[in-house]
């Protein structure tokens, strides 16, 4: 079993930049494919990006291409979502999940979620 918590949400302007962490507790981190997704109100949650066990292949939301970054470090047990060039569209519940698929952007297809960190972009 792994359990996942988020960090490193806040309040920032357009354009600034955060980085969040998830960390994994639990010896069997690296088997998972790790993803993130984002919950906005009144919305359904939705993929941002997704990472190999390996950290070798990743995958991105349109909507992140080029702005948002997945990362992953196995000996620390956690993986990193940097996201750059911050939009308002960007405000929303930011989770991890870990999942035996690698890629998928089904949320039913990931086993594992953390609860989540509040990231709220002002314009």
């Known amino acids: 079993q792994v359990q996942l918590v988020e960090s490193g949400g806040g309040l920032v302007q357009a354009g600034a930049s955060l980085r969040l962490s998830c960390a994994a507790s639990?010896?069997?981190?690296?088997?998972?494919?790790m993803g993130w997704f984002r919950q906005a109100p009144g919305k359904e949650r939705e993929f941002v990006a997704a990472?190999?066990?390996?950290?070798?292949?990743?995958y991105y939301a349109d909507s992140v291409k080029g702005r948002f970054t997945i990362s992953r470090d196995n000996a620390k047990n956690t993986v990193y979502l940097q996201m750059n060039s911050l939009k308002p569209e960007d405000t929303a519940v930011y989770y991890c999940?870990?999942?035996?698929?690698?890629?998928?952007?089904?949320?039913?297809?990931?086993?594992?979620w953390g609860q989540g960190t509040q990231v709220t972009v002002s314009s």
């Open positions: 990472i190999s066990w390996d950290g070798l292949s990743t």
């Open positions: 999940a870990a999942g035996v698929v690698f890629g998928v952007r089904s949320v039913s297809r990931y086993d594992y």
């Open positions: 639990g010896r069997t981190f690296s088997s998972y494919h």
